[in-house]
């Protein structure tokens, strides 16, 4: 069975643009739930999608958005990239909750 | 608020154990987890407990849980230099009727050959 697979895996935006960043759940998960990793904060929880629905959400600005599709894909968009916003993006899938979550490979985001 | 806490760093010599400690706060866990990350790649599970085991074995490594001391650990016998990487500890919990992953910080163990 496929992984969970992220594209781009690399990525290099200027300030003030926009990103989207897509996942492919392993087939069968419905639940995906992105992360943003940077050397200094961790892993950080951005939000989790269940059968197109958000289900949770941490605490990171509106400009932070995702969606889920009908076949469990999903995107995440990051409007007026800041410097700060540089870091590897994670997705994760699992079957559901409470359920042991996958992880794919990361997108890198570098903003100038 | 739920924290999880590790070690920052851990180094050994190829060929001793390597114990790699957790604390957490929440005594709410259902699962437990333990992750690798190698240099540039994303995070991949290496094996899992859930809050009602004390121990499970799984080849060359060995998780304990002591839930009264929110304590998790993992051992990894006859460390080779392939081993290094950072090693992140998670808890699943249900809180304010979601359930959620708490992460911890990570720690870098260095193999020495």
């Known amino acids: 069975k496929a992984g969970v697979t992220q594209t781009p895996r690399y990525l290099i935006k200027t300030r003030g643009q926009q990103v989207t960043l897509s996942c492919s759940p392993i087939s069968g998960h419905r639940s995906v739930s992105w992360y943003q990793q940077t050397p200094g904060q961790g892993l950080q929880f951005l939000f989790e999608y269940f059968s197109e629905t958000q289900r949770n959400k941490g605490n990171f600005p509106g400009r932070f958005s995702g969606r889920q599709f009908s076949n469990s894909r999903s995107e995440m968009n990051v409007s007026t990239l800041e410097l700060g916003d540089s870091a590897l993006y994670l997705c994760?899938?699992?079957?559901?909750?409470?359920?042991?979550?996958?992880f794919g490979p990361g997108t890198r985001l570098t903003v100038l | 608020g739920e924290d999880v806490e590790q070690s920052l760093f851990l180094s050994v010599r190829e060929g001793d154990s390597s114990v790699i400690n957790c604390t957490y706060t929440?005594?709410?866990?259902?699962?437990l987890y333990w992750y690798k990350q190698e240099p540039g790649a994303g995070l991949q599970l290496l094996t899992y407990i859930f809050s009602n085991m004390d121990m499970k074995q799984d080849q060359r490594l060995t998780v304990l849980l002591n839930k009264k001391d929110k304590h998790l650990s993992l051992r990894i016998a006859d460390t080779q230099t392939g081993d290094s990487a950072i090693y992140f500890c998670a808890v699943g919990i249900f809180t304010s009727g979601t359930y959620k992953y708490i992460f911890g910080t990570g720690t870098r163990l260095k193999v020495l050959a």
């Open positions: 929440d005594s709410s866990s259902t699962y």
């Open positions: 994760a899938s699992s079957l559901g909750v409470p359920d042991t979550q996958y």
